[in-house]
């Protein structure tokens, strides 16, 4: 058994597992099998020292890790004596002992649990009770802030001094005193009452032979002090942790408490495990260079035990669509172009905010891929998106009673559940829609059969008000198609919805109202007269002789077309769902929520300042952390990327993590080329059959483009945008609503006057098209230059053939398969001592696979521009199509410098302030409240969204939209 148990362990993990010592810390960096070994270890202590299962205490921090271990351990002990261990989260484990012995220290036999909405509203009758000032929601997490400290309502009165604190001291008594009159006990009084029992009833645990915990770094102190009491009589303990992924310390986690445990427990052995086998040599690279930004962190080795594979790859667009486009169709790219070696659950999208995921989901939808949220909600199913989007169909179509009935009271304006269903009775009697119904009694030309209380009836014709508020809105200018947004903008004053979600939502008001900021930028979007008309003539069928056909308007109907989309794509996900289709989906999750899990292929997009780090955190090292934590997840292929305008069109800085110096160094500035070496690595690291090189041939055909060069490297819009603006077979009426800049001399009033093609027959003006042939000539000898003189430090190099590989991008092949630059998994490779400047051939893989700090600095438009790239590994070849940058500052034929690039944009920009950037809202809850059903399922077929009606979407991904340049491109 002791075999079975340790086979497929390394050194280090057998020792953790066979370990002598009690107290034992395995502290590890991400995907080095702390989990893996921690579960051996149960096993072990079962199977091979014979203690009895319900003597041994496992903790963990999601019931989702719970239950994976329990299986893992079922399959080496058998279900039976898994079925005893006491294996869950810490607060399950403390409800255990509290339903079994809690009477001791006073607590009824069946107390019940108050979850996050009771203790709420408690706090906040308290606080109406008593006239204070003080903010429900910040009390109720001062009271949660101060038990995971362990300091009770008592300990805290006798400490406090200034009237601030006394005035919460009150509440923080009343709250308990309420708690404790209604015999429950809430989320943190189970982890306090536990204490207290172990602490007075120490014979509770007197059996307790083992106890071992996950992912301890993440602990807080009452759930250090729990541990302590837990192991009291034998003191045998076994922690696993990573200090480097301490993300918890805004819910009071102690990061502290790994020394702790030492100084309490001077024996304590700390065993080191310093292989990854999750994550290929670059990704880990990479990660490693970002988490040592932290100078304060102890320096740490991580091996990698795969191969170096695929670099990184930080990427810049121009706009958050943009970037969602660009990440779908690098997943339809990977997809196809490897064979299906990876399905879309290979992928998972990974953010710092719930609210960053409406793109991403539009953009998936679109496409058709389909994906679920981890944690979450969807975006169209989150409670405050309903809500509003139930007002909009109300105000479209007022006789739509069902969306009616959910809002007639929401926000709550008295009128009572009782009075709403004697409402709908009525008019179901009088055959009348409700809205007709309910707006003669309001305006007083109808009387219900109901008696309406005056409050009730002043409520009534506040909602009736609102609604024809919302009617007028959009009928308001006969001659100008609805602005959506006018209409939503109006509803959510009216309901004074800011204040309403920070009433009711006091934990997470800022990520809900950021989701509205969502939908706003979204109800922008389709405000946009360009689209309207595309999307109307998208919905438009062609004429069929004899029957009579309706006609669309953009001014009538925009209201109706954007409910549409939106229902049409809720609806396709609902049947999916419904149909119980069982379908490989990709991820979308929070990064908080996504700890502990790994993926084939990750993206981190929106790597932004005010997103990651976030505009609110209080500590930048966690934010850093937080970042480290996403990229670990990946195993072979990991993706960053950042927009230069996030959703609501704001200015966006890319990340400070990732603007420190050397770090570009570490990334490709655009998706991988995808030859079939690169395929075979990736099926070695992910340990998969590798598709035949035919076969890859054959899925290749597919695809229009098989390069990541649709979008410019430096996140400028793509030249097809340009292309619109120069006239060059798109009016400007169709152009990207993004940043279009036109290298001109002329104003922007000119511009304004000359629209589409016009603009390049104007006075002075140079047409873009001129512009970007120069460009590329230029572009186009530099790297001839630079190819003779590759060819030169490389002899006889053999890649002539290859698809082409963008400058400066280390060969794929270099990467796998090539036995004398690579390292196969079965080789360690430490990434502790790289140095940038190394030269190429003699030094480690790892080494030769990053540019010299020099050019690193060079990097961007310049060096594309001049050709001046870091050293390539093997021969290049120019990349086809048009990744070209912008002309940067030329100087014009007469001399003078040209910097007037001009700006415009065909949306307006929205000036409200950032909240872009929310907490997540769906992160794993770390208790018993996370269950299975956080875990949803959301399927998506749709191709209705507001993107698919985006003119320009028809040049992206899998189309290639510049026959005529990839053609004369491929020449080079
Ligand atoms: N000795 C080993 N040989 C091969 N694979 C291993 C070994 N140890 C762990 N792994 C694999 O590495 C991956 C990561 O393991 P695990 O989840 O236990 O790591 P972890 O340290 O807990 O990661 P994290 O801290 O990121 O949650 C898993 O796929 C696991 O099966």
């Known amino acids: 058994m002791a075999g079975q148990i340790l086979s497929g362990l390394n050194s280090a993990q057998r020792d953790a597992v066979t370990s002598d010592a009690?107290?034992?810390?395995?502290?590890?960096?991400?995907?080095?099998?702390?989990?893996?070994?921690?579960?051996?270890?149960?096993?072990?202590?079962?199977?091979?020292?014979?203690?009895?299962?319900?003597?041994?205490?496992?903790?963990?921090?999601?019931?989702?890790?719970?239950?994976?271990?329990?299986?893992?351990?079922?399959?080496?002990?058998?279900?039976?004596?898994?079925?005893?261990?006491?294996?869950?989260?810490?607060?399950?484990?403390?409800?255990?002992?509290?339903?079994?012995?809690?009477?001791?220290?006073?607590?009824?036999?069946?107390?019940?649990?108050?979850?996050?909405?009771?203790?709420?509203?408690?706090?906040?009758?308290?606080?109406?009770?008593?006239?204070?000032?003080?903010?429900?929601?910040?009390?109720?997490?001062?009271?949660?802030?101060?038990?995971?400290?362990?300091?009770?309502?008592?300990?805290?009165?006798?400490?406090?001094?200034?009237?601030?604190?006394?005035?919460?001291?009150?509440?923080?008594?009343?709250?308990?005193?309420?708690?404790?009159?209604?015999?429950?006990?809430?989320?943190?009084d189970l982890l306090l009452k536990c204490c207290t029992l172990l602490r007075t009833q120490r014979q509770c645990v007197a059996n307790i032979e083992a106890l071992l915990i996950d992912e301890f770094q993440d602990t807080n102190n009452i759930q250090y002090q729990l541990m302590s009491l837990f192991a009291q009589h034998r003191n045998v303990i076994t922690i696993v942790g990573d200090p480097d992924q301490s993300i918890y310390g805004f819910r009071s986690a102690e990061i502290k408490n790994l020394s702790r445990m030492r100084e309490s427990w001077p024996d304590t052995l700390t065993i080191n495990l310093e292989e990854n086998y999750r994550s290929s040599g670059a990704i880990l690279l990479a990660a490693q260079h970002i988490i040592e930004q932290d100078e304060a962190r102890p320096p740490k080795k991580l091996q990698a035990t795969h191969a170096f594979g695929l670099r990184p790859i930080l990427r810049k667009l121009p706009h958050a669509q943009a970037e969602a486009e660009w990440l779908v169709s690098e997943v339809k790219r990977l997809q196809t172009l490897t064979g299906n070696l990876l399905q879309p659950s290979d992928f998972a999208v990974l953010l710092r905010s719930a609210a960053l995921s409406r793109v991403m989901e539009a953009?998936?939808?679109?496409?058709?891929?389909?994906?679920?949220?981890?944690?979450?909600?969807?975006?169209?199913?989150?409670?405050?998106?309903?809500?509003?989007?139930?007002?909009?169909?109300?105000?479209?179509?007022?006789?739509?009673?069902?969306?009616?009935?959910?809002?007639?009271?929401?926000?709550?304006?008295?009128?009572?559940?009782?009075?709403?269903?004697?409402?709908?009775?009525?008019?179901?009697?009088?055959?009348?829609?409700?809205?007709?119904?309910?707006?003669?009694?309001?305006?007083?030309?109808?009387?219900?059969?109901?008696?309406?209380?005056?409050?009730?009836?002043?409520?009534?014709?506040?909602?009736?008000?609102?609604?024809?508020?919302?009617?007028?809105?959009?009928?308001?200018?006969?001659?100008?198609?609805?602005a959506v947004v006018d209409v939503l903008n109006l509803v959510i004053k009216k309901l004074n919805f800011e204040k309403y979600l920070t009433e009711h939502y006091k934990e997470d008001h800022e990520s809900r109202w950021s989701n509205v900021e969502e939908l706003l930028a979204q109800a922008t979007e389709a405000s946009d007269p360009a689209r309207l008309q595309s999307l109307l003539e998208l919905s438009t069928l062609p004429a069929i002789d004899g029957v009579e056909q309706a006609e669309l308007s953009t001014k009538d109907d925009a209201l109706s077309v954007f409910l549409a989309n939106i229902a049409l794509t809720t609806t396709s996900l609902e049947k999916a769902e419904a149909d119980g289709e069982k379908v490989s989906q990709l991820t979308i999750s929070t990064i908080h929520a996504a700890k502990g899990l790994e993926w084939p292929v990750v993206f981190i997009p929106a790597c932004y300042d005010g997103s990651i780090p976030h505009s609110r955190a209080e500590d930048n090292d966690e934010e850093r952390r937080l970042l480290y934590v996403g990229m670990t997840r990946a195993q072979a292929v990991l993706y960053l990327s950042s927009p230069a305008r996030n959703s609501q069109r704001e200015e966006a800085v890319q990340s400070t993590f990732l603007n420190q110096p050397g770090v570009i160094s570490f990334f490709e500035e655009h998706g991988p080329s995808i030859s079939f070496a690169a395929t075979k690595g990736l099926a070695t690291t992910l340990g998969r059959d590798c598709p035949t090189q035919s076969e890859l041939e054959t899925c290749k055909k597919i695809l229009d483009r098989d390069e990541d060069n649709y979008w410019p490297l430096n996140g400028e819009a793509p030249f097809t945008e340009l292309a619109k603006a120069d006239g060059i077979g798109f009016g400007m009426q169709n152009m990207q609503p993004a940043t279009v800049f036109i290298s001109t001399n002329t104003t922007m009033q000119q511009a304004a006057n000359f629209p589409g093609a016009g603009l390049a027959s104007a006075p002075g003006f140079t047409s873009l098209k001129t512009r970007f042939e120069e460009a590329r000539e230029e572009l186009s000898l530099a790297q001839v230059d630079k190819r003779a003189k590759s060819a030169k430090v490389i002899e006889g190099d053999k890649s002539k053939g290859r698809k082409r590989q963008i400058e400066g991008q280390g060969s794929i092949a270099t990467f796998f398969g090539k036995p004398t630059l690579v390292k196969q998994s079965s080789s360690v490779g430490s990434l502790g001592s790289m140095d940038p400047t190394d030269d190429l051939v003699s030094e480690p893989l790892s080494k030769r696979l990053r540019p010299p700090l020099q050019d690193v600095a060079n990097r961007g438009s310049e060096r594309i521009r001049t050709g001046q790239g870091r050293r390539n590994l093997l021969q290049h070849k120019v990349r086809n199509a048009p990744l070209l940058q912008r002309p940067s500052t030329r100087v014009e034929d007469s001399g003078a410098p040209c910097s007037a690039y001009m700006f415009l944009s065909s949306s307006p920009t929205r000036q409200e302030e950032d909240l872009t950037a929310a907490e997540p809202s769906y992160e794993v809850v770390r208790d018993d409240r996370e269950d299975a059903a956080q875990v949803r399922s959301a399927t998506t077929f749709h191709t209705t969204t507001m993107q698919k009606i985006a003119p320009q979407r028809k040049t992206l991904g899998m189309r290639r939209s510049l026959q005529g340049w990839s053609a004369r491109g491929d020449k080079n």
């Open 363 to 482: 953009a998936l939808g679109q496409a058709g891929v389909p994906y679920r949220m981890v944690g979450g909600s969807r975006f169209y199913d989150r409670v405050e998106i309903k809500l509003l989007l139930d007002y909009l169909r109300v105000i479209n179509t007022p006789t739509n009673s069902e969306a009616l009935a959910r809002i007639i009271n929401v926000p709550a304006r008295r009128v009572g559940e009782t009075t709403v269903k004697a409402l709908v009775e009525e008019a179901r009697q009088h055959r009348t829609p409700l809205w007709i119904y309910i707006k003669a009694i309001a305006q007083g030309n109808r009387r219900s059969s109901t008696r309406i209380h005056e409050t009730a009836m002043l409520g009534l014709r506040k909602f009736v008000g609102i609604i024809l508020g919302g009617r007028a809105k959009a009928e308001a200018n006969p001659s100008q198609p609805v």
């Open 22 to 188: 009690d107290v034992v810390q395995v502290l590890a960096p991400p995907g080095s099998g702390k989990t893996k070994t921690l579960t051996a270890r149960v096993a072990y202590l079962l199977a091979h020292r014979q203690l009895k299962p319900w003597n041994i205490i496992v903790c963990t921090f999601t019931v989702k890790a719970a239950t994976e271990m329990k299986e893992r351990i079922r399959k080496f002990v058998g279900d039976e004596c898994a079925k005893q261990l006491k294996l869950g989260t810490f607060h399950s484990i403390a409800l255990r002992y509290l339903k079994q012995y809690g009477v001791h220290i006073g607590l009824a036999k069946d107390f019940g649990v108050a979850d996050t909405a009771d203790s709420k509203a408690i706090v906040k009758r308290i606080i109406r009770q008593n006239d204070l000032s003080i903010d429900a929601g910040q009390a109720r997490g001062r009271i949660s802030t101060q038990k995971a400290k362990g300091i009770d309502s008592e300990q805290f009165a006798r400490t406090c001094k200034s009237t601030e604190q006394q005035e919460f001291s009150q509440i923080y008594q009343d709250y308990q005193a309420m708690l404790d009159a209604s015999e429950l006990l809430d989320y943190d």
